[in-house]
């Protein structure tokens, strides 16, 4: 899998479990009618259930401005989610989920479904709200590596 070049994402969540955003790289589009997203959670983390019981998520696709960030929500130094969110500029989303500023563009999604698949939660979410940033080279990951599109 480490071969497989993927884009790289930040998926967050806000609402009554709780503020949650992770790193992510398995994350797709599913529908363009209506517009559907899927994004894929490893079950290994028990805070990632607070995507479940919020409802929403948001898909941040990022940049290569951004792969400090990104090392941030993957785990990089262990920080608690309050200190991660204080890195970058947040806004809410129509669905509460957090958006992040300088994100090439924000998927903010309604979770219409969710279903564990061997290590993973699989979750599936309409998109509500798009924003759309900067045009900028992407964060991708690649053979265990950020790199630049």
């Not at 919020?54 to 400090?68: P, Q, Y």
Request: net charge neutral; with cysteine; proline share 4%.
């Amino acid at each position: 899998m480490s071969r497989f070049a993927a884009a790289v994402h930040l998926v967050t969540t806000d609402g009554p479990a709780g503020r949650r955003g992770v790193t992510v790289s398995s994350a797709c589009s599913v529908s363009d009618d209506p517009a559907t997203l899927l994004v894929c959670l490893n079950t290994s983390s028990p805070d990632n259930i607070r995507f479940e019981a919020n409802g929403n998520f948001a898909l941040n696709l990022l940049g290569t401005e951004d792969e400090a960030i990104a090392r941030v929500f993957a785990g990089e130094g262990s920080l608690p989610s309050d200190v991660r969110f204080a890195r970058g500029k947040w806004r809410s989303g129509e669905t509460g989920a957090p958006l992040l500023a300088t994100a090439l563009a924000s998927f903010d999604c309604r979770l219409i479904e969710a279903r564990i698949v061997a290590t993973h939660r699989i979750m599936i979410g309409e998109v509500v709200a798009v924003r759309v940033g900067a045009r900028a080279p992407s964060l991708v990951y690649l053979d265990r590596a950020y790199r630049s599109l």
